[in-house]
């Protein structure tokens, strides 16, 4: 079955360390998204990729970084420069604006919690 | 710069209620509007996706309306269930999608 697959889905990080959040997807689709989401609060967007080897800073985009070497996978890391970084991150994807039903689909999180 | 807003925010209803959640939007350019459903601790789950030229789509119990001239667009549940317990958000799309903060629905058996 197709669908986007998010790993670790619990993570812990130790002051100063950077972790690296996974997202698979095997849908075919060329744009990939990272949102953070904090309780009681909707999803913020960090970053976004519409093309392999492309992509742009969203609204809180801080602190973290991304790769889009490939067309299955968008990495997110998340460095020591961010502040707060305990929250639920989700990836997304969707085919680009102009090619039909964009449908955006999401996988399951990662929860990441600063000791 | 897009600002979407979702009304109330929390809403409990009897088993078998007929509700609408709400969804508005400052920018009446948009591309699409998409409702999803967000369990606790998950991810969130499409439920309709209404394009800038439709006006309404149906999935089941579920109706979705968009009125671009308004800046609205209602979710329409019929004959709730306890399963629809969870919370929606609506997000419009254009070149990334800018989400509502989203109605956390109780359905009371």
């Known amino acids: 079955d197709g669908g986007i697959t998010q790993s670790p889905k619990y993570l812990f990080r130790k002051e100063g360390q950077n972790v690296t959040l996974s997202c698979e997807q095997n849908l075919n689709h060329d744009a990939m998204y990272w949102y953070r989401q904090d309780p009681g609060q909707g999803l913020r967007l960090i970053y976004y990729s519409q093309i392999v080897n492309d992509f742009q800073k969203g609204d809180i985009a801080e602190g973290y970084s991304v790769s889009r070497e490939k067309k299955e996978s968008f990495p997110l890391t998340v460095t020591s420069a961010q502040k707060n970084p305990t929250a639920f991150y989700l990836c997304?994807?969707?085919?680009?604006?102009?090619?039909?039903?964009?449908?955006?689909?999401f996988g399951a999180g990662s929860r990441l919690t600063v000791l | 710069k897009q600002e979407v807003t979702q009304i109330p925010a929390a809403l409990s209803v009897p088993e078998g209620e007929n509700l609408v959640l709400n969804c508005s939007f400052t920018d009446s350019a948009i591309y699409n509007l998409q409702w999803f459903r967000q369990d606790p601790g998950k991810g969130l789950t499409s439920l309709l996706l209404?394009?800038?030229?439709?006006r309404e789509q149906t999935s089941g119990r579920l109706n979705a309306s968009l009125d671009k001239s308004s800046g609205r667009s209602t979710l329409y549940i019929a004959a709730s269930q306890p399963g629809d317990s969870a919370t929606y958000l609506c997000?419009?799309?254009?070149?990334?999608?800018?989400f509502g903060t989203g109605t956390r629905l109780k359905v009371l058996a």
């Open positions: 209404i394009q800038s030229s439709q």
């Open positions: 997000a419009e799309g254009t070149y990334k999608y800018i």
């Open positions: 997304a994807s969707s085919m680009p604006r102009g090619s039909g039903a964009n449908v955006l689909t």
